[in-house]
T-cell receptor, first 111, second 113 residues
Framework: GDSVTQMEGPVTLSEEAFLTINCTYT??????LFWYVQYPGEGLQLLLK???ADDKGSNKGFEATYRKETTSFHLEKGSVQVSDSAVYFC??????????WGAGTKLIIKP | DGGITQSPKYLFRKEGQNVTLSCEQN?????MYWYRQDPGQGLRLIYY???????QKGDIAEGYSVSREKKESFPLTVTSAQKNPTAFYLC????????????FGPGTRLTVT
């Protein structure tokens, strides 16, 4: 079945460091891919998405490129801030309503 | 402002009691969803509804019930049959059941003692 695998956390970085959070997927069709972010004690917010191969989603300095050949959608940011500390979820959807979720990666940014 | 509201933010109940969590949206979305999140874990789908007066079980429906009498409302009842009800509950909605993007409420943290 369809699935999403994310790197385990927590990921701890210093402010202004480069961030990569890995996400790979398995899907039988042609999925749309998403990154959601969850700040402490809150619901999830859509961070970015890509709906077809080679698309790049971007928002708030974060980027992810839909790589069909490697079935990946890694999240990157060039210079992280303390305010980026949160849990990041990779997800996919194929033909129907349901989002398939990764387990989430907790990101901790130290000043 | 359009969005999804969940109330209350924190809820405490004694074991053996049923409890109902509220979810309301004014986005005019057709589909609504309930997820459960446990500490350090991802989201698990409890129930979803694609249209008024219709809903389907998700991956972990046992011990939960829902209703969808109005488009904007999708309350979740955690029954006494749910063995481990203490968790963070998230409600979401999307434009249609085939839509990719889901919009989330702020969540309700339920503690049962």
């Amino acid at each position: 079945g369809d699935s999403v695998t994310q790197m385990e956390g927590p990921v701890t970085l210093s402010e202004e460091a480069f961030l990569t959070i890995n996400c790979t997927y398995t899907a039988t069709g042609y999925p749309s891919l998403f990154w959601y972010v969850q700040y402490p004690g809150e619901g999830l917010q859509l961070l970015l998405k890509a709906t077809k191969a080679d698309d790049k989603g971007s928002n708030k300095g974060f980027e992810a490129t839909y790589r069909k050949e490697t079935t990946s959608f890694h999240l990157e940011k060039g210079s992280v801030q303390v305010s980026d500390s949160a849990v990041y979820f990779c997800a996919l959807t194929v033909l129907d309503y349901q989002l398939i979720w990764g387990a989430g990666t907790k990101l901790i940014i130290k000043p | 402002d359009g969005g999804i509201t969940q109330s209350p933010k924190y809820l405490f109940r004694k074991e053996g009691q049923n409890v109902t969590l509220s979810c309301e949206q004014n986005l005019n979305h057709d589909a609504m969803y309930w997820y459960r999140q446990d500490p350090g874990q991802g989201l698990r789908l409890i129930y979803y509804s694609q249209i008024v007066n219709d809903f389907q079980k998700g991956d972990i429906a046992e011990g939960y019930s829902v209703s969808r009498e109005k488009k904007e409302s999708f309350p979740l009842t955690v029954t006494s049959a749910q063995k481990n009800p203490t968790a963070f509950y998230l409600c979401a909605s999307s434009i249609t059941s085939g839509s990719n993007e889901q919009y989330f409420g702020p969540g309700t943290r339920l503690t049962v003692t």
